[in-house]
């Protein structure tokens, strides 16, 4: 049988793959990508502790739904706002994202 | 080793290697089509939680509609930061060393939690988790106002961004 350490592992391995994307990628969208790698490590955490812990109470299930509908409005948001910059900057490296910095 | 754990492996080997071909590939569409491959690896994973609408719903929401989103925008913004050009920024060294020191340190923290090894429990004949979640969701003592929030979350993000995208040179 499977214990629910590998799957605590695996989740937590994929988090990490996200973190680097997130913190090593120039391209904004890259790191959208990496934060959604995140968000879905996540969700495999909420899940497996539902199914070992307490598989008779369905919190786990449906704080992950709630999570797709945060990661679909978040990728809807960031990824207009990464259009909207590319118009008026012609760039979508965060580098040189810095109009703040100005 | 049984079935089940070579499955596992077969699913988190698959899984990981596509992630970690979406943080390292140079193209980003072949990295929008290795991020498609690590969610189908996820929602496999919720298949073998027992969580088949999940599953379901990875496959509709991440593959059907987030990574094509995602393509789009790599379309629409082509030709920037993209192609044989290096993808990482100066300090991707650190970046890595983060993301292994901070693996070290859930694995490590998880290892003193005394249910990690927790085995999993049978669920009975007469449970029907996809009932259970949908009476949850709309059930007042349950999930129906973080359910309804979320619904005019999603809806106030979409109008949001249709807002944020629209070009005002166009008038």
Excluded at chain 2, 5 to 25: D, K, N, R, Y
Aim: hydrophobic share 65%; glycine share 8%; net charge positive.
């Amino acid at each position: 049988m499977v214990p629910l350490s590998w799957y605590l592992i695996l989740a937590a391995a994929l988090f990490s793959v996200g973190l680097y994307g997130v913190l090593a990628r120039k391209n904004a969208i890259a790191i959208l990508m990496g934060i959604e790698l995140m968000l879905n490590a996540v969700n495999v955490n909420l899940v497996a502790f539902w199914r070992y812990r307490t598989p008779e109470v369905i919190a786990g299930q449906a704080f992950a739904v709630i999570v797709f509908a945060v990661a679909a409005a978040e990728v809807a948001v960031g990824l207009a706002l990464i259009i909207s910059i590319y118009r008026r900057r012609n760039t979508v490296v965060a580098d040189d994202i810095d109009l703040l910095k100005f | 080793m049984t079935a089940q754990q070579l499955i596992f492996i077969i699913l988190a080997a698959i899984t990981l290697g596509s992630a970690v071909m979406v943080v390292t590939v140079r193209n980003l569409v072949h990295a929008a089509l290795w991020l498609i491959a690590t969610l189908f690896g996820v929602a496999c994973l919720f298949v073998a939680l027992n969580a088949g609408f999940l599953a379901v719903a990875q496959v509709v929401i991440y593959i059907g509609a987030i990574s094509i989103l995602i393509i789009f925008a790599i379309m629409l913004t082509r030709g920037v930061g993209q192609g044989t050009s290096t993808q990482t920024n100066a300090n991707w060294g650190w970046g890595a060393l983060l993301a292994v020191v901070f693996f070290g340190g859930l694995v490590w923290l998880l290892s003193l939690w005394p249910g990690f090894t927790t085995q999993k429990p049978e669920i009975g004949r007469a449970f029907d988790p996809l009932r259970q979640l949908g009476q949850a969701l709309v059930s007042p003592n349950a999930y129906v106002i973080p359910f309804e929030v979320a619904s005019v979350l999603l809806l106030a993000a979409l109008i949001g961004a249709i807002i944020v995208a629209w070009d005002r040179r166009l008038k």
